[in-house]
């Protein structure tokens, strides 16, 4: 069975560190081409965060999260990361970890959440003084 599990998430002051974790089981983590770190706010719709590529080196961050947050892969650990640092109140939501398996490129679909047909049960990030 595919399965995506995120952990990692918690209260953390603003100015803090994070590092999330999304570990695929099942199947190897290649079996997906692409993984998303995704974000909902409550009361917001779900924005993509950062995405790699499983196999390559192609990574994107969104513009909101670029310099502070880094994402990586572990393939033999079948995990990939999201470090989290220089956290702020408006980073504070649930972040979901999303995989797909498709022909297009990294750039295309890596923000659009429909485009993903596996996704994790979320973790919750909040952060406050």
Not at 38 to 52: D, L, T
Not at 107 to 125: A, H, K, M, N, R
Request: glycine share 12%; charged share 15%.
């Amino acid at each position: 069975q595919l399965q995506l599990v995120e952990s990692g998430g918690g209260l953390v002051q603003p100015g803090g560190s994070l590092r999330l974790s999304c570990a695929a089981s099942g199947f190897t983590l290649d079996y997906y081409n692409i993984i998303g770190w995704f974000r909902q706010a409550p009361g917001k719709e779900r924005e993509g965060v950062s995405c790699i590529s499983v196999s390559g080196g192609a990574i994107n961050y969104a513009d909101s999260v670029k310099g502070r947050f880094t994402i990586s892969r572990d393939n033999a650990k079948r995990t990939v990361y999201l470090q989290m640092n220089s956290l702020k109140s408006e980073d504070t939501g649930v972040y979901y970890c999303a995989g797909v398996r498709s022909p297009r490129s990294l750039f295309s679909l890596c923000d659009i959440s429909i485009e993903y047909p596996y996704w994790g049960q979320g973790t919750q990030v909040t952060v406050s003084s």
